[in-house]
């Protein structure tokens, strides 16, 4: 054997395996976005300042997660709604200055390619409340001046823009709202619909000179309850072009124990009324699994306690559901839904835009490229 046949054999050699490895990957070179979802550690929930350990940054690598739409601001509680949306926003600036190497944030669709390009996690700044707006519209321009790139107009209760999921009233869209909706479009930030009460979904759909989402939802057409869409709403986001994300919720069943089997169901309903290009993932959770289930028990029932407290709990919520899918949970959970959709049936270009491909559409369409 002569030396260039030893060379090549043994680059051969040292190059299968990363070969097989990418082989056994379905989802190795695809933009995967979680439309909302987080970046914590839920084994420690006495934190109260976001964090970037080395697992949670490990996790998030493994699971091959591009970006993610990671909450901050006020959504309920006593806090000043501004000044808590504000503080945070600086608490989030710090963290990701100080981990350049891992993350970077997200203000355009191109950042979305930069951060896959170099192997960094994407954070997308969201609200799930515009209860910070006050009783004006003009703050939009701060927050989107600050990088704030989707907020959703409700949280499950009453604010001033209309009715959350819970209210049984189902206000629409309020005349300020209509005005936070123009000044959303104006700074081209999204306008996110999830946790919205029916009617003023409907009216933002139509209010709104931009696609909608709603980036983290069930289909109320599988599972009654109101945290879930009908079937008009999801059609009325995908007409005018937005996004929808089905979450790895407790709605999704109404045992309140939902599987990775009523993940894939509530998609595929969601593809049925919405078409293939506006539907996708939007978990609601984090990538970080629980360890000790047992031990998560107690405070799982004083989180729900205090939810109650608040009055945000929503139907469909106990102390005994746990907040994600625990078949579907963990780094490998991406990786696992492409696995259970392509065993229904469904090609890989299709299960590529469910697991990013259509945020970034979406993304491009709102924010630009």
């Given amino acids: 054997m002569n030396r260039r046949t030893l060379l090549a054999l043994s680059a051969a050699a040292a190059a299968a395996p990363a070969v097989a490895t990418a082989a056994a990957d379905p989802i190795a070179g695809m933009t995967v976005i979680n439309a909302l979802g987080g970046l914590d550690d839920p084994n420690f929930p006495e934190r109260t300042r976001p964090e970037l350990t080395p697992r949670i940054l490990a996790d998030a690598r493994a699971s091959g997660l591009t970006a993610v739409n990671w909450t901050i601001g006020y959504v309920a509680g006593p806090d000043e709604p501004f000044q808590k949306s504000v503080a945070d926003i600086g608490q989030y600036d710090a963290l990701i200055r100080a981990h350049p190497k891992d993350v970077i944030k997200v203000l355009t669709a191109a950042d979305i390619a930069r951060a896959k390009a170099e192997k960094k996690v994407g954070v997308i700044y969201g609200f799930q409340n515009a209860a910070m707006m006050g009783d004006d519209a003009s703050r939009v321009d701060i927050f989107a001046d600050l990088g704030v790139r989707i907020i959703q107009l409700t949280y499950n209760l009453r604010n001033q823009l209309g009715d959350g999921s819970i209210v049984p009233e ?162 490998d959970q991406f990786r696992k839904l492409y696995r259970l959709l392509a065993e229904r049936g469904h090609k890989p270009a299709r299960i590529e835009k469910i697991l990013g491909g259509n945020f970034v559409r979406y993304a491009k369409t709102v924010w630009g490229a």
């Fill in 170 to 331: 189902g206000r629409g869209l309020t005349e300020f709202g209509r005005k936070v909706v123009d000044r959303l479009n104006a700074n081209r930030v999204m306008v996110d619909l999830s946790h919205s009460g029916r009617q003023i979904c409907l009216d933002a759909i139509q209010s709104s000179k931009q696609p909608i989402s709603i980036n983290h939802t069930g289909c109320r057409a599988l599972t009654d309850l109101p945290r879930n869409k009908t079937d008009e709403e999801l059609r009325g986001v995908a007409e005018k072009g937005g996004f929808v994300g089905i979450y790895f919720m407790p709605f999704l069943n109404l045992s309140g124990h939902a599987r990775a089997v009523d993940v894939v169901a509530h998609i595929e309903h969601a593809l049925n009324v919405c078409g293939e290009d506006h539907v996708g993932i939007g978990t609601d959770g984090t990538i970080t699994p629980i360890d000790d289930l047992d031990k998560y028990a107690e405070a799982l029932r004083k989180e729900h306690e205090d939810r109650k407290a608040k009055g945000i709990a929503a139907p469909g919520e106990r102390a005994d559901t746990h907040p994600f899918v625990d078949d579907l949970r963990g780094p």
